[in-house]
């Protein structure tokens, strides 16, 4: 009994340090993993046609410059309310998210995306985003530049 009792204790402390030595996520990786996952969700929503869930991701002071154009949440948001929820097969992005780097409430993500138009044709090109956490501790982009893009090149 009295074995039984020590082998029992023995085994409750190696599972106690065995979980207390497991690592846990900082803040910041916690940070990135919810910033990857918008990025996909964006995916999914804008390929599927969902253009209102796709606008999630702007924040309110929203703008951006991209291929000569600039863009605001303000269009953001009239785009997707015209927008019917179905999916336009003219359009699909891809993406690669090759970097992120968070600090405090602010970061920012270097990303690849390709975008296949409607003759079929894709193009290839860098980005960056800004995002901010904004006061209701969600994540959103405040700020986005593309750079110039590659044609026919494709995310890997």
């Known amino acids: 009994m009295r074995n039984s009792i020590y082998m029992m204790s023995s085994l409750l402390m190696l599972v106690a340090s065995t979980c207390a030595a497991a690592p846990s996520l900082t803040q910041a990786q ?11 969700d964006w995916l999914v929503a804008f390929n599927s046609g969902d253009y209102a869930k796709a606008a999630l991701v702007w924040a309110p002071d929203m ?46 993500v270097h990303d690849t995306w390709t975008e296949t138009g409607p003759t079929g044709k894709a193009r290839t090109f860098p980005s960056f985003e800004v ?3 904004q006061p209701d501790k969600s994540w959103k982009i405040s700020r986005w530049i593309d750079g110039a893009s590659t044609p026919g090149s494709s995310v890997k």
């Not at 916690?30 to 996909?40: C, F, G, H, K």
């Not at 951006?64 to 179905?86: H, I, L, N």
Request: aromatic share 8%; charged share 35%; proline share 3%.
């Open 131 to 133: 995002w901010r956490r």
């Open 30 to 40: 916690q940070d990135e993993a919810v910033i990857r996952q918008s990025l996909a």
């Open 63 to 108: 703008q951006g410059w991209g291929d000569g154009e600039e863009d605001s949440y303000q269009k953001e948001m009239a785009g997707a309310r015209k927008t019917p929820k179905v999916a336009d097969p003219k359009w699909h992005y891809a993406l690669r998210i090759d970097e992120v780097m968070v600090e405090g409430d602010m970061a920012v």
